[in-house]
Nanobody, 121 residues
């Protein structure tokens, strides 16, 4: 029922910045935790950052101090501000959201299609 659409990826030089956005749409009752995950070629998909509906954040050690996750609940959108990018940040970045569709306490995990981030060295 929900669609997650990522945007903001692209090619950037090492040391540069990008801001990713993920907008949720559809018949959504509420959204709990939202997060960003990434998958580099030949590697598993790993958590980058998460943010709860009340604003509590969690970051992978590799991005602490460089990335900032935030959300706008009114827009059902989560953002990832990425600074001081390096080649190790090159990956496909996926948005994830925990979604409720109605008043019943059932939650579902939903993924976006991903957006490519390439950092040139």
């Amino acid at each position: 029922q929900v669609q997650l659409v990522e945007s903001g990826g692209g090619l950037v030089q090492a040391g540069g910045s990008l801001r990713l956005s993920c907008a949720a749409s559809g018949s959504i009752f509420s959204i709990g935790v939202m997060g960003w995950y990434r998958q580099a070629p030949g590697k598993q998909r790993d958590m980058v950052a998460t943010v709860t509906s009340t604003g509590s954040t969690n970051y992978a050690d590799s991005v602490k101090g460089r990335f900032t996750i935030s959300r706008d609940n009114a827009k059902n959108t989560v953002y990832l501000q990425m600074n001081s990018l390096n080649a190790d940040d090159t990956a496909v970045y996926y948005c994830k959201a925990i979604v409720r569709y109605d008043i019943r306490p059932y939650e579902y995990q939903h993924w976006g299609q991903g957006t490519q981030v390439t950092v040139s060295s």
